[in-house]
């Protein structure tokens, strides 16, 4: 998607891979939205680091990150076939216990994995890992794209969507989630207005959606967590779009950022279309329903403390809350199929409860 | 209430005065949580910039704040008793221009005029003055007092109980109106536990409340406006229980600070009791609903910096928000009566179609 920088508007993916000197470079994305940096990955260690220290997050990234990572480590890798496969477990290992719970890193492993397992000779299985990655990579971003496609004949022209947290390109490879339909109706001519939830603790919609949405030109206001109820119930808000962290395939129901029950409630209540954006992946067919997801609860010193830039431009670390007092910090919740419209997939747009027609 | 001093727990208001001094004293309230000072204020010129610069801030005790700067100002007079009326004038323009929309710093200072009207001699018009103001703070005091003594009664051991912003004994003389009930309960021995919503942008509960709440001991987390959907679904929370900037006698709306509207519809949504706790100044008997209310926008800068404390104690000012982007920032929000179980007041506890009761 579109950068502004020094050099004018310029078109950037969230990771991509520099095949001729085997270097992973991405957004360095928790300088964002103060500072516009890509950051190089000089070999599959470093990569690795990158996922562990969140220099890049999101789903979709993450999963990309995975895949060229081990094709990075692949690459780099002489001597016998032999000898490669044990190099091999050694650079999924590593990168696999970066953050052990994400189901995309894996994912995108596995997908490099399995393409190269017909290779018989190290080049052959490096030259079949790199293509397995960048074909996981595009496909992420294609998918994106295909959501973006669907979720586009939703808007009309002048509407007013309401997002929580950033479900956008930055944490895919491009287009995003919930912004692709944005991203589309802007490109066909639509005239939008997003109002962007800043989604405290860790405020991804004031430093992340509301950067992203910069850089594109389109036309957005920043509003704290507590506004969204004001504006929705003035109808100022036409629509909702959100994304999802996992989405229970056999009932429809939504783990996403926490917040994004409220936003579905008030949506009800008021008689707005909430509708949630998600690529193939983030489909679970394993849980009977929301209730099952176990929710994480996060550090607590992202409630009591903010992060920002002074006026000196320095990054700072400051306390906002009294210091006597405890925090609790759950980082998602659930949102019942009930409150749901629609479901944006890169296949088409489905009810909550139409979504095992993508069981295959 | 309780204050924590290096001198144990003393017992504070939050704007006394001093007679023998002619001085009117508060809690110097921007330092708090971070620090605890008493300001002392010299003069009614004194007096009437600490409501301008919000030193002091809530309705009871910027009304108590008017009555005492108004009486403060009287007593420093020295002539003849058409001077002093002359004098008077100019003390009460100065203190109401301070903050020319604060219905209560004018109700403050026309409680101690109509007292003090029957004074024929400077001294007595004195003496009325100080009494009257004495006897204002005494009765916002008492009121808050009272809403606790009802309030209470709907506590039951073991509550968790959820509130919004401050509406605590800092924005009154003293006991608060949405924590007076809470108070109360744990002075007769109840076990509870309150959800301390932060409330972007101002952050008044995560500063605010839970100081008061830390130094009464009261058993209380802060969490993201975010969370409270949560906790209520999850059925972690028994009640809330909010304040009002302004209640519509008529039929029961409320204006509160921005969100409340939000955790009023979670509460309907989840069956959870919502009260709101209001001392009778804050009845509105002129409009006919609360969609008349005026919402004002205030300064966009709330939304897009945060304040604190740097790692060194320092007060600091940062940006948490993209720079290129806008901010919207309503402060306040209107919850319509149908989503109200009942108001707390001095009085008694009512339905909001009953408060037509207290027009008298």
Redesign the interface.
């Known amino acids: 998607m579109k950068v502004k920088t020094n050099e004018g508007l310029m078109n950037y993916k969230t990771i991509w891979f520099d095949k001729e000197n085997n270097i992973v470079k991405m957004i360095n994305q928790p300088l964002l ?2 500072k516009f940096e890509i950051i190089s990955l000089k070999n599959y260690k470093e990569t690795a680091l990158s996922i562990k220290n969140m220099t890049v997050r999101g789903a979709g990234a993450i999963g990309a990150t995975g895949a060229f990572g081990l094709a990075q480590g692949c690459f780099a890798f002489r001597g016998n076939l032999k000898d490669f496969w044990k190099h091999f477990e050694q650079v999924y290992e590593t990168l696999k216990n970066t953050r052990p719970t994400a189901v995309d890193l894996v994912n995108g492993m596995n997908y490099v994995m399995r393409e190269m397992e017909i290779g018989d000779s190290v080049t052959e299985c490096q030259k079949l890992a790199l293509e397995a990655a960048q074909r996981f990579a595009d496909e992420d971003a294609e998918h994106c794209r295909m959501i973006g496609e669907h979720g586009e004949k939703l808007i009309k022209n002048n509407s007013r969507i309401l997002t929580h947290c950033n479900a956008g390109w930055l944490a895919f490879v491009d287009w995003g989630s919930a912004t692709a339909p944005m991203y589309k109706a802007k490109r066909n001519g639509k005239n939008i207005f997003v ?2 939830d ?4 860790r ?1 991804q919609g ?2 992340l959606t ?2 992203e ?2 850089q594109e030109g389109i036309d ?11 504006y929705m ?1 003035k109808r100022d808000v036409d629509m909702v779009i959100v994304g999802s962290d996992r989405t229970i395939g056999k009932t429809g129901d939504v783990a996403n ?3 994004t ?2 936003k579905a ?2 949506a009800k ?1 008021n008689g707005i279309p909430f509708y949630v954006a998600i690529p193939m992946s983030t489909l679970d067919w394993n849980l009977n329903s929301g209730d099952e997801i176990p ?1 994480e609860e996060r550090n607590p010193e992202e ?9 000196n431009g320095n990054r ?15 980082a998602f ?2 949102t019942p199929a009930e409150y749901i419209t629609g479901i944006i997939t890169p296949r088409g747009i489905f009810k909550p409860n139409e979504l095992s027609k993508l069981r295959d």
């Open positions: 939205p103060h109002f962007v800043e989604t405290r603790p405020l004031a430093r509301a950067w949405l910069s957005h206001a920043i509003i704290a967590d507590n506004a969204a109820g004001y119930k950022k926490i917040g029950y409220t409630v008030l209540e929710i409630v009591l403390f903010a992060w920002g830039l002074d006026e700072k670390k400051i306390r906002i809350a009294n210091k006597d007092s405890v925090a609790r910090n759950p919740d659930v």
